[in-house]
Each structure stands twice: as structure tokens, then as C-alpha cells.
């Protein structure tokens, strides 16, 4: 079952590349396997439910499981002011070896930045071979790699093997070996160098111009509506992946609280900067650790950690997102400011303690109300920038979903409600909706009066009641 | 046999219209049409336009009626409040230069006045109605120019007198409208052009101004009623605009919660919503106060179609009156006095930066509340020129504008003062600084890139 792939490439002339697929087969058997997870999608008023089946490969000895999880990625890049989102919520995880032997398995969380989905087994007393990953010192254009791509589920056996090559060596926004001849269906796939050795998994290079530039991080699409740039993702990143894969409804980016514009040729010289490049903080939230560290409205973040910030460019603003959310929350960030002070021009250094970035809506705790056929989930920090009102001015819950024809809807409930009262209950988060609701269900009453808040203004909704 | 066929026609045809009397209809159509049509006028006006980012003139069509000697003439005010020179047709297909006198885009009315110093016909005034003794059902006919067809009658009947429309509607040029005026619903067609044109009944009086159409739907045209057309009229034959009180109070039908708050039906009038620094804010009103009486009148609004009476009740008292209200909050009874302060104007002054590529307007105490601003300095970004510098440099539509070169810009008297400065010293480069969505933003402008309108 050897393959031998001739090819020509430019400055090689004719070369012949040679995997061993038959052992590599034999190799992956131990730690690839089918996912199959349950999803539901819902979006607003839309819920529907599906299977997605997709290759997945053990990374650890105790059962976690990568695969392409970019479908679960929940912030949406459509319906930013609408005040809820589009949401994906994985129910059940089978995972079935190449040998057949089947697992449960239970959803862990997805990486923003690569796409990658993490789950683990549960309930089997064994311990699992992962692969290994193996970090290349230096990749080179023209290095093959193979991997095996999933088969639809009437074919047997269940893998394909393909080739594909590093075909350009990206710098910027970022380091990236680009790859050739892969498909993005085989996202999220082990890439085998010719010794056979894993070096990675194959990704995307994400537009960070897609980015919506507030200083949350939270508004970025990952949605690519052209051809995806497809490349390695090297064994260093999934390293820190694996050893601490992350978290649905945990936060684990850091952020500093600011909103930001880069420091342009244009703005610079109005400053008075002969050296763009840099961070211009437009606004500082109250209680960050911008705020904390004594970062005000115009300074200009011109270097962390010593580490000079060359973003000169909007569309570049994410690389430096991306680069603090990655430093961890917890850590010290030694940031050397630019202040304009009057005509004077005085450079600081600050330091600051950099905190969790807010909670996405998506990973709000949320409750469903069965009875009126809705659900709310707690405000966050981005709903505010959506509302248009000052952070944390508000207090209630979002409602986030409604049934069309349901009690709620035809009512008078939209999307993005903000309720603050039932009946003479103050809510505040949805421990609130959820006790009062029940509380208030006990005693059913012919109607429940709602306190809102739409869109600056407030009024009364009235639920009349339909209890079984 | 043909020329008997044609004999026979001729004379079936002869008796039908010579021997068939008039009906009782007809006549009252007639008659209608006599008072009304002399007094029909067609309105083009040439607008202002601001929202591409420059300023833009268009000829829009609508209707009027004259109904002062002198001249006057309503219509509405989305046809004619923007407008810079307007041409008027009458009925005997003369045409008119008119001025606008004023407007009230609340109600939608206009008032503009013919310039009659060359004109030698005779003007003729349609008599208004009384709105208020219509009835469901009535026979009315509508006048105007539907898609510009001048001199057009249609008939039909009064469909609903009552009809509300919730005050988040806007006008084209961004005024919400409504708030004050109940709409008379006609199936008599009413197209665009249609607007500022009389619904007429058939006695030949005035009953309501044509303001509404509705797409993608047969025969269901609005009125404004006469009624609140005379008053507003007259207050814009009086001062231009219609002064209003305000004390920022949002009220919504009791229907439904009466036994939440546990009043009688058609007992006071729910307070939904307050606005950010109101009378009735400083007054410490609350969301949930039910109004039990003004100025120990009772109020109430069990239904929306109640609304327009309750918020006209305090827009008709004088600005800076004391009102007391008669406050039912929870079991008790309380006494509030609240001063109230004038409306002012829903939009602010349009202006053009046409160098600069972009369009902005004045920031009045309401639109600072509709569009959820912390606070009414600077002036905001109605519009931004393509590929204009502006545009180039980033700019949007929304933004706050609040320095140019670091000059603060309160309102719109000091823009223009920075935009006449700027433009004689024609630097290359601006700097500016924006309030988007509560944050500061630099923009820089690159004069030289975006060719302004002006140097093509």
C-alpha cells in the first residue's frame, strides 16, 4: 500500500515522495478515532437539532479528544446589536475506534483562536495511547506531509489517506507554515512528516482585519468566506492546548478592560510620534486591569513586557488582542506607555495584574422557563456595549431565546429584553428568574406582570398564564 | 342588418344616460368635489437631502389645501418641511411659487403660503370639517396628486377613526411622529403624492390631511385629523412651530394590568417609562405610578388609542407651568409637582462639510434621548461621503464628533466656525476626535485623498 506521489516542484525538479502508509496506519489505529456529537443549534427563536460526525485523535492517556470544532464556536459576527446570539450546545459525544470498541465521551470547551474542540472519555478504565506531537525546529517550503481525512459513514474502512506541502512560511500577522494540497475537511488533522512522526495539526490562519476592533476580543468572526489558509498547526501551540484544553463557560483569556485604535503614520504625526505603532486607549473600564494599573483615556500602550507593539493598522488591532489574551490570566504585564501631556510627550512604565476578559454571552449561566417557553441568561459585558449604556448601569437578565407562538412571545417578549422585575420580585441574575419563576408557579396565578428594559426605555408585560 | 344593430345601440345608449336621475350620491360627490377641488393644490417642492453625506436636492411631489384667503395652504410635513423652493399648481393649473411658514413634524403638518402677487384668478379656501363627529363607515372622498397625477379623486369610506400608531415611527428626515394625533383610516386610495392632500366627506368639508399610505397593501390609506390639523395650523400661523411641554414621561395602555396594580378600568394612566433627566425624573416619578388626575382632572388611558389625548393633555400646557399629578403608587395616593420644560426640537440643524466629506446635524435635548447619548455637546454624524475623505479616514454614520484639531466643537455654531476657518487655511491634514458608542476615537482626515464634490 505504499504510495509514491511524483510531483514537480520548481526548484527541486522532479522529486518523489514516499510515506510508508501502511505503517502509518497501523500506528494511527491506536488514536484515531469517529466522533459523533449531538448539537443544538439555536438562534433566537430557532432551535434545531443534528449530528455532526467528524475524525477526532486522543491527545492524552486519560481519553481527551481533539477535532474540528470551529462549528461550535458561538460568537456570532451577524447579529451583533441584537442582544442574543447564535448558539451551539453539544448534547451527547460517541467515540468509536478504528477497532470499533465505543466510548462516551463529554464536551470540554473550544479554542477561539484555532477552531480546535476538546472532549474527554469518560466511564473507561483504561488507559489510552495518545499521539505524540514532535516540535520542528524549522519548517521548509516543499517539506510533505500526509494525513487521513473521515469518509462518509456508508464507506469502509472509514479513512482516505492525502498529501499536501508547506508551501509558503507566514509571518505575518503571525508565524504560519502555510500548507498546499490539504482540504479544509481535513481540519483539525494529524499531519505525519516523512519519518512519519506527527509534527502538528492541520489549521487555519485567521484574518484578524475580521476582528471588531473594541477591546473586549469578544466580536471576532472566525467566519471566512474565502478560501481558508490552510497550514500546521505546530506541536508548541497544542502542547499548551493540551496540557490545559479550554473550557466552555470558563474564561481563560486574559484582557486588560480598554477600548483601542491603533497608532497610525497619520495619528502619530499628529502627536508628535516620529515612530508609529501602538496602542491608543479610547476608553478604560472601570474595575480592569487598564484601570487598576492608572492607564487613562489617550495614552498610547507603546510596548509589553519590553516587547515593542508594531501595530499600526485597525485590521492589525486583533494580533495584539490575541497576544494579551494569551499571557494569562493571573500574570504581571509590564506595559510602556506613551502619555501626552499637554505638548509634552512623557513615557511610563506600568504594571498590571491581568484579569479574566469577560464572560461571552454565549457562556452566561442561563435558565429556560418552560411553562412561557423562554429563557434568559445573565447580562454581560458585551451586552452593554450592544445596549449602547454604561457598563454594569443595568441590572436583570438578557432574554435570550423566545418559541415562536410560546407563552412569552405572544405576550409581547423580544429578544434582548432586559427584565428587571416579576411582579414585585427584583432579578437580578437568573438565580432570580429561575426562583421566582417557580416560586411564582407554585401559586399559579392567572398572569405574571414583567418589568422590561428595551432599548432605554421600560415598560410592563403582562403573561397570562396557561398552566397544565 | 348592420345599420339596424347600430340604430338599436344608439338607442339603448341615449336612454340610459338622458332617462337615469342622479343619485342622492352622485350629487353629494358633486358637490364635494366643487367646494374641495378649486382649493386643491400640487406641491413640489425640492428638498434637502443629508444622509449620503452631502447635501443632496430632490424634487419630491405631495398635496395641499388652501384654506386661508390669504393664501395658506397645509400640507404635509414630510412633503414640504425640508424644503428650499417649492412650486405650487392649482386647480386651474397655474402655477405658484410658495414659502414655507412652518411645520410640526409631530403631527406631520406643514404650512406654506402662495405668493399671490401675480396671480389673477381667484383663490379658493376648502372649509374644514369637525373630526370629531365622523363616523366608521362615512363616505369621504380623497383629493391629490397620486404618483404626481394632479387634480385625482378617489372615493371610499372611513374605515377606523381611531387608529394608533406607536410614536417609534419616524419621518424620513428622522423625527418620530405620532405621539399626539390619532390617524383616520380610509380605504379611498391614497398613493404616494397623495400626502398633504384632503379627505374630504360629502358635504364638502375637510376632514383630514392624507399622511400615510402602506405598502404592499390595497386601500388603506391615513388621515390626520382636521381637528388636530386646526390647532397646529394655528399655533404655526402664531410662532412657526407648535410649542410643546414636556416632562419625560412614557405612559402605556392600562389594558391587562389593572389587577396587577389593582385600579379600576378606565382609572388613571400607567407610567412605563421615564426619561434621563426629566421634570418627572427630578420630580422622583417612577416606572409604575399610575397618573390618577392632572391638575385634579381625571385621566385615563385603559387602551393606546388613549395615549395621543393623555400626552397632548401636558404638550398644550404652557412650558414651565407646574402640574400638579395625582400619583397612585401601590396602595397610597400622593401629590407630585412637576415643572414642565419646553419639547424643543426633535431634530437639530442640518450642515454639510462638503470638503470633509461628511454631513452633520445640531444635538437637541431629544435626540439625545432617542439616540441613547450621555449627552447633547458636539454634533453628530448624519452622513458620510463615500470614498470622501471622511469615509477614507473612518468616520461613520452615528459618530459623535467632539474636536477638530483638538478645538472643542460644543454644538454646531463652533463646527462651523472650524470648518469656514479650516477651509481657508486648507491644511492637508485633520485631525478629529469622535465619541463612538460611549468611546473616544481619533479619525484623521487626509484632505487630499477623496476628491471633494466641488473639484470634479
Redesign the interface.
Given at each position: 500500500m505504499a504510495v509514491v506521489v511524483l510531483l514537480s516542484v520548481l526548484s527541486r525538479g522532479v522529486v518523489a515522495q514516499s510515506f510508508e502508509f501502511d505503517q502509518l496506519y497501523n500506528q494511527i489505529c491506536d488514536y484515531t478515532v469517529t466522533v459523533k456529537i449531538q448539537v443544538e443549534l439555536s438562534f433566537g427563536t430557532q432551535t434545531s437539532e443534528h449530528e455532526e460526525r467528524l475524525m477526532g485523535t486522543i491527545v492524552s492517556p486519560e481519553g481527551l479528544i481533539v477535532f474540528d470544532g470551529s462549528f461550535l464556536i458561538e460568537e456570532s459576527p451577524f447579529v451583533p446589536s441584537a442582544g442574543f446570539s447564535f448558539r451551539t450546545t453539544p448534547g451527547r459525544i460517541e467515540v468509536i475506534t478504528l477497532a470499533g470498541d465505543k466510548y462516551d465521551a463529554e464536551f470540554v470547551g473550544v479554542d477561539r483562536y484555532t477552531g480546535f474542540g476538546f472532549a474527554k472519555i469518560y466511564g473507561a478504565n483504561i488507559e489510552f495511547k495518545p499521539v505524540e506531537f514532535i516540535p520542528v525546529k524549522k519548517f521548509e517550503v516543499g517539506d510533505w506531509f500526509a494525513t487521513y481525512a473521515l469518509l462518509p459513514e456508508f464507506v469502509d474502512p472509514p479513512l482516505a489517506a492525502d498529501i499536501g506541502m508547506v508551501s509558503n512560511l507566514i509571518t505575518a500577522p503571525e508565524d504560519f507554515p502555510l500548507t498546499v494540497g490539504f482540504n479544509a475537511l481535513e481540519f483539525a488533522s494529524v499531519l505525519y512528516n516523512e519519518e512519519l512522526k506527527a509534527v502538528g495539526l492541520l489549521g487555519e490562519l485567521t484574518d484578524p482585519g475580521r476582528s471588531g476592533g473594541n477591546g473586549s476580543g469578544m466580536m471576532e468572526s472566525f467566519g471566512q468566506m474565502e478560501m481558508p489558509l490552510l497550514g500546521v498547526i505546530t506541536a508548541e501551540r497544542l502542547e499548551v492546548l493540551i496540557a490545559n484544553p479550554p473550557r466552555r463557560g470558563k474564561v481563560d483569556r486574559s484582557w486588560l478592560g480598554i477600548?483601542m485604535?491603533s497608532l497610525?503614520v497619520?495619528?502619530a504625526?499628529?502627536l508628535g510620534l516620529d515612530d508609529p505603532g501602538g496602542i491608543?486607549v479610547?476608553?478604560v473600564m472601570p474595575g480592569s486591569p487598564a484601570a487598576n494599573a492608572g492607564l487613562q483615556?489617550?495614552d498610547i500602550i507603546h510596548a509589553v513586557d519590553g516587547v515593542r507593539v508594531e501595530v499600526d493598522r485597525?485590521d492589525q488591532l486583533a494580533v495584539f488582542q490575541r497576544r494579551v489574551s494569551a499571557m494569562g490570566i493571573g500574570t504581571t504585564a509590564e506595559l510602556t506607555v506613551i502619555r501626552p501631556v499637554g505638548e509634552q510627550l512623557d513615557t511610563l512604565r506600568l504594571l498590571t495584574l491581568l484579569k479574566a476578559a469577560p464572560m461571552a454571552a454565549s457562556d452566561a449561566d442561563r435558565f429556560e422557563y418552560e411553562p412561557f417557553e423562554m429563557t434568559a441568561r445573565n447580562l454581560v459585558f458585551s451586552d452593554f456595549?450592544n445596549y449602547?449604556?454604561?457598563q454594569n448601569s443595568l441590572e436583570g437578565v438578557v432574554v435570550s431565546e423566545l418559541k415562536p407562538g410560546g407563552l412569552a412571545n405572544i405576550s409581547g417578549f423580544r429578544l434582548g429584553d432586559v427584565i428587571q422585575r416579576i411582579?414585585d420580585q427584583m432579578v437580578i441574575g437568573v438565580d432570580d428568574f429561575s426562583s421566582s419563576l417557580t416560586a411564582i408557579e407554585s401559586e399559579r396565578p392567572?398572569?405574571v406582570?414583567f418589568?422590561v428594559w428595551r432599548?432605554?426605555?421600560?415598560?410592563?408585560i403582562?403573561v397570562?398564564t396557561d398552566w397544565p | 342588418m348592420r345599420y339596424w344593430i347600430t340604430i338599436l345601440l344608439l338607442l339603448i345608449a341615449t336612454t340610459t344616460t338622458v332617462g337615469a336621475p342622479v343619485s342622492s350620491y352622485q350629487e353629494h360627490v358633486y358637490l364635494a368635489r366643487d367646494r374641495v377641488l378649486p382649493a386643491l393644490v400640487h406641491i413640489q417642492p425640492v428638498v434637502e437631502d443629508y444622509q449620503t453625506g452631502e447635501l443632496k436636492k430632490q424634487a419630491v411631489v405631495g398635496s395641499g389645501v388652501i384654506f386661508h384667503p390669504d393664501g395658506y395652504i397645509v400640507t404635509n410635513y414630510h412633503v414640504a418641511g425640508k424644503a428650499l423652493r417649492i412650486i405650487c399648481t392649482l386647480n386651474d393649473r397655474e402655477e405658484l411659487l410658495a414659502d414655507y411658514v412652518g411645520g410640526d413634524p409631530s403631527t406631520d403638518i406643514a404650512v406654506l403660503k402662495l405668493r399671490l402677487q401675480d396671480y389673477t384668478g381667484e383663490i379658493a379656501v376648502a372649509k374644514l370639517g369637525d373630526s370629531d363627529s365622523i363616523q366608521v363607515g362615512q363616505q369621504v372622498l380623497a383629493m391629490g396628486s397620486p404618483l404626481s397625477l394632479a387634480r385625482s379623486v378617489s372615493a371610499g369610506v372611513i374605515s377606523t377613526k381611531d387608529r394608533y400608531f406607536s410614536s417609534d415611527y419616524r419621518l424620513p428626515s428622522g423625527e418620530k411622529t405620532g405621539r399626539y394625533n390619532l390617524w383616520i383610516q380610509t380605504d379611498a386610495a391614497i398613493n404616494f403624492g397623495n400626502s398633504g392632500g384632503p379627505l374630504v366627506d360629502l358635504s364638502g368639508r375637510v376632514i383630514g390631511i392624507n399622511s400615510r399610505a402602506t405598502f404592499m397593501a390595497n386601500n388603506l390609506g391615513f388621515a390626520i385629523p382636521i381637528n388636530v390639523v386646526k390647532e397646529v395650523t394655528r399655533a404655526i400661523l402664531e410662532g412657526g412651530e407648535v410649542p410643546r411641554s414636556w416632562i419625560g414621561v412614557h405612559a402605556q395602555a392600562m389594558q391587562e394590568l389593572e389587577n396587577y396594580f389593582g385600579t379600576d378600568r378606565n382609572t388613571g394612566v400607567l407610567i412605563a417609562s421615564i426619561d434621563p433627566g426629566s421634570p418627572a425624573e427630578e420630580a422622583f416619578l417612577k416606572a409604575g405610578d399610575i397618573v390618577l388626575q392632572i391638575n385634579d382632572q381625571s385621566v385615563s388611558a385603559r387602551f393606546v388609542e388613549e395615549l395621543p389625548a393623555f400626552y397632548n393633555w401636558i404638550a398644550r400646557v404652557t412650558p414651565g407651568s407646574k402640574l400638579k399629578l395625582t400619583i397612585l403608587r401601590g396602595e397610597e395616593t400622593y401629590s407630585f409637582e412637576v415643572t414642565t420644560r419646553p419639547l424643543g426640537q426633535l431634530q437639530g440643524e442640518d450642515y454639510e462639510c462638503s470638503d470633509w466629506g461628511f454631513t452633520v446635524r445640531n444635538i437637541t435635548h431629544q435626540m439625545q434621548l432617542s439616540n441613547q447619548l450621555r449627552d447633547s455637546v458636539g454634533v453628530l454624524v448624519t452622513g458620510v461621503r463615500r470614498i470622501g475623505p471622511a469615509d477614507l479616514g473612518g468616520l461613520n454614520r452615528g459618530d459623535v464628533l467632539k474636536s477638530v484639531i483638538r478645538v472643542p466643537i460644543t454644538g454646531l455654531p463652533d463646527l462651523i466656525e472650524q470648518y469656514n476657518r479650516l477651509t481657508d487655511e486648507n491644511p492637508n491634514k485633520l485631525l478629529l476626535t469622535v465619541n463612538r458608542n460611549g468611546a473616544i476615537r481619533l479619525i484623521v482626515l487626509d484632505l487630499e485623498k477623496g476628491v471633494s464634490q466641488g473639484d470634479k
Open positions: 477600548t485604535q497610525t497619520d495619528i504625526e499628529f491608543i479610547n476608553e483615556i489617550g485597525d456595549l449602547n449604556v454604561e411582579n392567572s398572569e406582570v418589568f432599548f432605554g426605555k421600560t415598560l410592563f403582562n397570562r | -
